[in-house]
């Protein structure tokens, strides 16, 4: 077995290590308290039901607005940077910005779904448009052309031909939301407990372990039957640019404004409350100094094991059996990641700095690799082949060819998680006793309704993580320039 | 005479079923047929690109069969050319000597033999990303050939290029093959490549061998 095979096979392993774990450690010792259960798997199921509903129905409305957008570039473009803003930035904006919007906060199932709605529609959105180009796009110009009315086809065409797209993303926003843990974490209340907040309670209050690897493992079980439902493959490239003015509606881009711009202006606000508070400086001790340095050091190394971690994907790429494995993928639940790793050794001093990154790691690579990576990889493949016929190792072509070509977009991608990984407070919460962070910290203050100093707290996270992705995306362009041929 | 036998692999709604077939060791063989008809799987599993358990290939007495693809040693130029966008065109073809692990010096010297037969001297030192369509084919031949290859593989390398630029390409490849007796196998679909440079011509319909002739000329 050569270097190349062993590799991938720790990738592999590297992947399914928190299934693994929870198989050798699934022991029914004590029959689960049913009744708990049940309420907790109720209350995940409702809340994602209503996030997905929610997200859809937003979603197929916005997306008629990048439709419309399609002649122009510059104002697609910029729509479409809107909705995909909420799944750049961590959770914990949202959340402030939504916290800080509507006051009183509807705690418990409702906020859960609205935070989950506003950071999820504006995905779909996109998601929608690129498929409603493939799947319709012919169609529409020619029904547009033959006088067909809008409502008529809308009903006779558009619904019907889509409805097994609006499933598929039904069912992906689905098990993205049911598997939510930060989200539910902050505004879930003590009605809305989720399984993932209940596994979490199980741990970190009650020390129940028994039944926090049985409530994982159901949950593992329901998430990895509805991703086999809901997976669909990548959707074709489109192959033409269509005419989409029969369905086309700029109606939506008001929608992704007035979303967008309340939770920027809601958290520029709370920042401005925050800042001119008497008492706002006192947030500044020495223990901020060192979450700082925490954050720093979190942001840096989980950006460091992503790039790694996507270079070796394409080091070990192409093999057609890791590529299915990379792309069926169901990343574990927040909590069983978690809690895999914490049982493994001490979690005592500088611990939690390498369990961390580590755990946020294993949650964002296979994010990161449906986020284009895999699509880079796929662009080389062809020179990758006539590369290897000509006798190349396959050391050369990676060095020489994939590598000049990918080192930015791994950049880019490793700064995004390097990005979330500064604004983390649920993998750091239950790995780690105390708020070794900027994002723990901000979590500490908004739970304390404190929340303009959570959000001016948060703006030094802004920070930190701009630093922290102006690094990878330098220090990739650097690389490249230092190993192009 | 180079001998492929027993090429026959299912696709599920497509067959290849190649018991026999005659490659040239001399000159051109173009495999010649329409869309559909299994040209480039036939292709890819020569370059040993996809599996073919069973197939025996014999050249020279070796059966390439059985080695792996960087083993067989073969020159191919795919459709798409496949240049390298982020090297210069030298970068290019100076790639396949390292591959093939050709010393510097003797490397270097074939790149000038080739810079001159297919008139590159120019846009040697440019970008591959910005050449011309006719340059980027030159480029790709270039490349193919800088491996010492035992037999040279081209899959439609003139398609991706107008009409007259195609002709001339056609006589360049043609004067090429002849000066330098490689063995060459292209695939195509297009008559007019068969015209110009087929020695033999197999045809191939619905994954199997209907008709092999010597060329017309």
């Known amino acids: 077995m050569n270097l190349r095979s062993l590799l991938r096979i720790g990738l592999v392993l590297f992947f399914l290590f928190p299934f693994i774990f929870l198989l050798t450690q699934f022991r029914i010792s004590e029959s689960p308290d049913i009744e708990e259960l049940l309420w907790a798997f109720r209350n995940s199921f409702s809340q994602a039901f209503l996030s997905a509903l929610g997200s859809l129905v937003l979603g197929v409305w916005a997306s008629l607005a990048l439709l419309s957008g399609s002649d122009s570039g510059g104002r697609r473009r910029f729509l479409k940077v809107m909705c995909l803003f909420p799944n750049f930035l961590p959770p914990l904006f949202i959340l402030l910005a939504a916290l800080n919007f509507l006051n009183p906060f509807p705690m418990g199932l409702t906020g859960i779904s609205l935070v989950h709605i506003v950071m999820n529609f504006g995905l779909v959105a996109v998601l929608m448009t690129e498929t409603i180009e493939v799947r319709l796009g012919g169609v529409t110009e020619l029904a547009y052309v033959e006088g067909a009315g809008r409502w008529q086809f809308m009903t006779q065409v558009f619904l019907p031909v889509l409805r097994k797209d609006f499933l598929h993303i039904f069912l992906f926003v689905f098990v993205i939301c049911f598997g939510s843990f930060s989200v539910p974490l902050i505004v879930g209340g003590i009605h809305g407990t989720t399984v993932e907040v209940l596994i979490y309670e199980k741990i970190r209050m009650s020390g129940d372990w028994g039944a926090a690897v049985v409530l994982a493992l159901l949950q593992s079980v329901f998430i990895f039957l509805i991703s086999f439902v809901a997976f669909r493959g990548p959707v074709p490239a489109l192959q033409k640019i269509t005419n989409l003015s029969l369905i086309k509606n700029s109606s939506g881009a008001v929608l992704i404004i007035a979303v967008m711009g309340a939770i920027a202006l809601s958290y520029a606000q709370g920042l401005y409350r925050g800042l001119t508070q008497p008492i706002a400086w006192t947030i500044f001790t020495d223990d901020l100094w060192q979450a700082t340095l925490g954050t720093v050091v979190l942001g840096l190394s989980v950006g460091i094991c992503c790039y790694l971690g996507l270079l070796l994907i394409a080091y070990c790429s192409p093999k057609s059996w890791f590529e299915r494995f990379l792309t069926g993928y169901v990343a574990p639940s927040t909590a069983l990641a978690c809690f895999s790793v914490l049982i493994v050794g001490p979690n005592e001093g500088v611990i939690p700095f390498i369990k961390i990154p580590l755990a946020i790691t294993l949650l964002s690579l296979s994010s990161l690799y449906r986020m284009g990576w895999s699509t880079e990889l796929q662009a080389l493949r062809s020179q990758a082949q006539i590369s290897y016929s000509m006798g190349a190792s396959s050391w050369q072509i990676f060095t020489e060819i994939i590598f000049p070509q990918v080192t930015t977009r791994a950049g880019f991608l490793s700064g995004l998680a390097a990005v979330w990984a500064c604004g983390d407070y649920a993998v750091s919460r239950i790995l780690a006793h105390r708020d070794l962070s900027l994002g723990m910290m901000t979590e500490t203050l908004m739970s304390g309704y404190r929340l303009n100093h959570a959000i001016l707290m948060s703006s030094l996270i802004v920070v930190v993580a701009g630093l922290c992705f102006a690094f990878f995306v330098g220090g990739s362009r650097v690389l490249r320039r230092k190993f192009s041929p | ?217």
């Not at chain 2, 020159?75 to 396949?96: C, K, R, S, W, Y």
């Not at chain 2, 846009?123 to 790709?140: D, H, I, M, N, T």
């Not at chain 2, 081209?154 to 002849?178: C, G, N, T, Y």
């Open chain 2, 1 to 217: 005479m180079s001998y492929v036998e027993n090429l026959v692999r299912n696709y599920g709604d497509f067959a290849l079923d190649i018991p026999q077939w005659e490659i040239l060791d001399k000159g051109v063989t173009v495999l010649w047929g329409p869309s559909g008809a299994g040209k480039t799987s036939v292709f890819r599993i020569l370059l040993g690109l996809e599996d073919c358990p069973g197939m025996r290939w014999t050249f020279q007495g070796e059966d390439l069969g059985k080695l792996k693809s960087p083993d067989r040693r073969l020159g191919v130029v795919f459709q798409t050319l496949d240049l390298f966008p982020h090297m210069t065109a030298e970068q290019n073809i100076l790639f396949a000597a390292r591959a093939r692990k050709i010393e510097p010096q003797r490397a270097r010297k074939h790149l000038e033999q080739l810079s001159s037969d297919l008139r590159m001297k120019a846009f040697l030192r440019r970008p591959a990303s910005v050449l011309s369509g006719g340059e980027k084919q030159r480029v790709a031949i270039a490349r193919a050939l800088m491996g010492e290859p035992r037999l040279l593989l081209l899959d439609e390398p003139f398609s991706a290029l107008d009409q007259e630029l195609r002709e001339d390409s056609r006589q360049l490849v043609a004067h090429l093959i002849d000066e330098r007796k490689i063995p060459t196998l292209l695939v195509t679909h297009d008559p007019r490549d068969v015209e110009v440079l087929a020695d033999k011509i197999s045809i191939i319909k619905s994954g199997r061998i209907v008709e092999e002739k010597a060329s017309l000329s």
